[in-house]
């Protein structure tokens, strides 16, 4: 079934044009005309698919997302560099001081794609890793005791949580 182009529709779809575009050439870097044609085409036909699979939508693309979104990876980046820090000094001790952890954490997250990036974050963090997702249940390996407690404490769910639509934006 076809859906007819609406103004939010339209407004996705060139937001989701400038999004790739601006991806495109971040990762190729390329300036000459025939491969920015190239990047164009791929753009193009990226958008033809997602609107064919009607996956471009509000919750697809939240315009609001993209600052909240950013702050979380800075956020994000800072304690994965803490945590490399303290899995190196753990690791590179005479008497390496691990004490292999596995905790069940409660996660707050409302939406699947909310409780996927809470469990990607834990798992890029070094030293803690997501083995298993049960409904809003996840079943984390730490390396540690205090990374384990660091994860109990909710700091990065709350934080991931923070990125969920509200129940009005919904």
């Not at 044009?17 to 036909?45: C, N, Q, R």
């Not at 609107?51 to 600052?67: G, I, N, T």
């Amino acid at each position: 079934m076809r859906h007819s182009a609406t103004p939010r529709s339209l407004r996705h779809a060139l937001f989701l044009i400038l999004l790739l575009g601006l991806f495109w050439l971040l990762l190729s870097g390329h300036t000459d005309p025939l491969m920015l044609a190239f990047g164009a085409l791929s753009v193009l036909l990226t958008l033809y698919i997602a609107l064919r699979m009607a996956v471009v939508d509000e919750e697809s693309l939240p315009f609001d997302l993209p600052a909240r979104l950013l702050l979380y990876w800075l956020w994000l980046a800072v304690e994965v560099a803490k945590s490399t820090w303290d899995v190196t000094l753990r690791i590179w001790r005479l008497r390496p001081d691990i004490s292999p952890t596995v905790i069940p954490i409660e996660a707050s997250q409302k939406t699947p794609l909310g409780l996927m990036l809470y469990a990607n974050s834990i798992t890029l963090t070094p030293g803690t890793l997501c083995m298993n997702v049960s409904g809003n249940q996840l079943l984390v390996h730490a390396l540690s005791r205090a990374a384990a407690d660091d994860l109990l404490a909710g700091a990065m769910d709350r934080r991931v949580s923070a990125l969920e639509p509200t129940d009005e934006q919904r």
